[in-house]
């Protein structure tokens, strides 16, 4: 048996896929359905600061956390409890063979590669949004997960529980209105401060930042991971790396997944992505995300998802289409419409419990497939803010057009021993 020195060194030198491939997920080992002898999952968080502090006690019993710090590990531990197992390397945490679910709650550079390593470790995954911080991490992501069989969730509820920002209901009943077509097609959303896209939004990054002493309870090199080395300061870390392209996409990375995956659900969109992309925004600066104006999205069949940052236009509706709309607080143009959906078929139905997933080998409402895509939304905006330009987009290939400044940022580099 090799000593913990040599397991370390070990994990450190091989591929992420390499060191975990050959752990059996336990659903394997019990077959479909399979759950612990309790009946009752087991869960670990990889990241514990406030995000990861919060989802204690979401689905599973929780046997194991992880983080880099070691000030939220041991706050973490001390909520957690005895019997609680910590670790400071997300690769060893995922060698432990009693864990059904792998929550990351890391910031989104790492999220694509934990993805990743936890189905290549035969786990199910609970992941914090956006989905991954590139389109390329992406597709990895869903390659991964379909290789190893695992069950993903991607942790924003909006389309298919809790009010939608903004509209005061669930988004049932205007799926029930959009999949009926009692706005005619294709349909325009606007997503503004007027119907709920305000939080966060202006978001930014600081462009002065001086190196500072890295704090004795952190380790920055590893917090790093696959992103480019920069000195460390305190805004990049620790919630305000939001503010940063290396790590996130502002409020942008931030709250869009929130707004548009819903856009996305109630347009039918889960498959494809736009063909374009229109930017009004001011020059960005290469490290620290800044404000912008205007984001429009055009798919092919003419559906466009609007986010209208700076509330240019108070009076849009939050849908519309040729034959009516459908404004904040659900009022509309369209006669009777409290009869009209309750008349109306329900949507068809979905898996909005996780353990329910996992239990039954099925997918989540929100998936890796489904999730990819509406992060792609987000990446798109990303790619195009930065770039400063329009951008024409192939859903199919999920490559840009005629671009390969923009293609470039699809597959990012990663720093040193970390590869997807």
């Known amino acids: 048996m090799t000593d913990r020195r040599t397991r370390r060194d070990f994990i450190k030198k091989s591929s992420i896929a390499a060191g975990l491939f050959s752990i059996v997920p336990r659903h394997v080992l019990g077959g479909v359905g399979f759950t612990a002898p309790s009946d009752k999952l ?28 070691k000030n939220h590990l041991e706050k973490a531990a001390e909520k957690a409890g005895a019997g609680v197992k910590t670790f400071s390397d997300f690769r060893e945490l995922l060698q432990e063979p009693g864990i059904d679910v792998v929550h990351i709650a890391t910031p989104p550079h790492w999220h694509g590669l934990i993805s990743v390593a936890a189905a290549e470790a035969g786990k199910d995954i ?42 005061g209901v669930p988004v049932k009943p205007i799926k029930k209105l959009v999949e009926n077509r009692v706005f005619g097609w294709p349909l325009k959303i606007t997503l503004s401060a007027t119907t709920g896209f305000n939080w966060k939004f202006y978001w930014s990054g600081r462009t002065d930042l001086e190196p500072y002493p890295v704090p004795a309870e952190l380790d920055y090199d590893m917090w790093l991971g696959p992103a480019p080395f920069k000195p460390y300061n305190p805004d990049r870390v620790h919630i305000k790396f939001r503010g940063y392209w290396d790590y996130d996409g502002g409020g942008l990375g931030d709250m869009g997944q929130h707004y548009m995956d819903p856009a996305q659900y109630l347009l039918e969109k889960d498959h494809t992505s736009p063909v374009s992309i229109q930017v009004d925004a001011p020059q960005q600066h290469p490290d620290a995300v800044g404000t912008w104006r205007r984001l429009e999205y055009t798919y092919a069949d003419g559906c466009k998802i609007v986010l209208d940052g700076a509330n240019q236009d108070k009076n849009a509706a939050f849908i519309e289409g040729p ?6 607080g659900m009022r509309s143009d369209v006669d009777n419409l409290d009869s009209l959906i309750a008349s109306l078929p329900d949507p068809e139905p979905q898996i909005t419990t996780f353990s329910e997933s996992v239990k039954r080998r099925e997918k989540f409402a929100l998936n890796e497939m489904n999730g990819h895509r509406s992060c792609t939304l987000i990446n798109l905006g990303v790619t195009a803010l930065r770039l400063g330009r329009n951008l024409t987009f192939d859903p199919d290939t999920q490559r840009f057009e005629a671009d390969e400044a923009a293609n470039r940022m699809i597959h990012q580099p990663m720093r040193g021993e970390w590869n997807i």
């Open 323 to 328: 034959q009516g709309k459908l404004y904040k």
């Open 126 to 167: 609970w992941c914090e949004k956006p989905m991954t911080r590139t389109i390329g991490e992406g597709l990895a992501v869903q390659k991964a997960v379909e290789r190893a069989g695992s069950m993903f969730r991607l942790n924003t509820w909006f389309r298919f529980t809790s009010n939608l920002y903004g509209m």
């Open 42 to 69: 087991t869960k670990a968080i990889i990241g514990v600061g406030s995000m990861g502090m919060g989802h204690f006690n979401y689905e599973g019993e929780l046997v194991a956390i992880c983080d880099v710090d």
